[in-house]
T-cell receptor, first 118, second 116 residues
Framework: EAGVAQSPRYKIIEKRQSVAFWCNPI?????LYWYQQILGQGPKLLIQ????????DSQLPKDRFSAERLKGVDSTLKIQPAKLEDSAVYLC????????????????FGPGTRLTVT | AQSVAQPEDQVNVAEGNPLTVKCTYS??????LFWYVQYPNRGLQFLLK??????LVKGSYGFEAEFNKSQTSFHLKKPSALVSDSALYFC??????????????FGAGTQVVVTP
């Protein structure tokens, strides 16, 4: 079974530029997550999709970050304009679907995209 | 609110010795607890989880974890560590009783170094 795919693996941009990351989840996984992992810290959830609807984006900096999941499969995360503090690894994960009040399923992570903003 | 604490930034152990990585949590409802491992330049890999039932959970690669409700802990253990177990380990918790779509909170991670 194929795992979660992400691209690109590495990206270097200058501040104020824009960047986009792509994720293809495991087939059949209705729930998709984007995390930001800053060096030395655990992953922080940015946004969670259930099929193509957003169920949690409380920690997404909406003035510069946006994400979409068209057709409930692939997803794209965009940053525009980037800041120095956005330098991090961006992880995509997927899982089987839970409900509003329970989700006991483990998440499967992609290899991540390492973003460096100079 | 939910939170996770991993009190040790790094754990050093000799190969063949028992390995323990500590984790304590705080949730308002029933905890769903997870352990993940991260190797350099790779995503997180699921090791094991506790949802309900037996307090001792067995997972991948010979790892196990013990859920202790009174101490709000979920320590990861391996009876005999291997050099290949050297990696970054994350504990995570989700509140299984709230209207939150199961948001997962990760700890800061513990670096495990196993020496030959």
């Amino acid at each position: 079974e194929a795992g979660v795919a992400q691209s690109p693996r590495y990206k270097i941009i200058e501040k104020r530029q824009s960047v986009a990351f792509w994720c293809n989840p495991i087939s059949g996984h209705a729930t998709l997550y984007w995390y930001q992992q800053i060096l030395g810290q655990g992953p922080k959830l940015l946004i969670q999709f259930q099929n193509n609807g957003v169920v949690d984006d409380s920690q997404l900096p909406k003035d510069r970050f946006s994400a979409e999941r068209l057709k409930g499969v692939d997803s794209t995360l965009k940053i525009q304009p980037a800041k120095l503090e956005d330098s991090a690894v961006y992880l995509c994960a997927s899982s089987l679907a839970g409900t509003r009040t329970t989700n006991s399923y483990e998440q499967y992570f992609g290899p991540g995209t390492r973003l460096t903003v100079t | 609110a939910q939170s996770v604490a991993q009190p040790e930034d790094q754990v050093n152990v000799a190969e063949g010795n028992p390995l323990t990585v500590k984790c304590t949590y705080s949730v308002s409802g029933n905890p769903y607890l997870f352990w993940y491992v991260q190797y350099p330049n790779r995503g997180l890999q699921f090791l094991l989880k506790y949802i309900t039932g037996d307090n001792l959970v067995k997972g991948s690669y010979g790892f196990e974890a013990e859920f202790n409700k009174s101490q709000t802990s979920f320590h990861l253990k391996k009876p005999s560590a291997l050099v290949s177990d050297s990696a970054l380990y994350f504990c995570a918790v989700r509140d299984g009783s709230t209207d939150s779509w199961g948001k997962l909170q990760f700890g800061a991670g513990t670096q495990v170094v196993v020496t030959p």
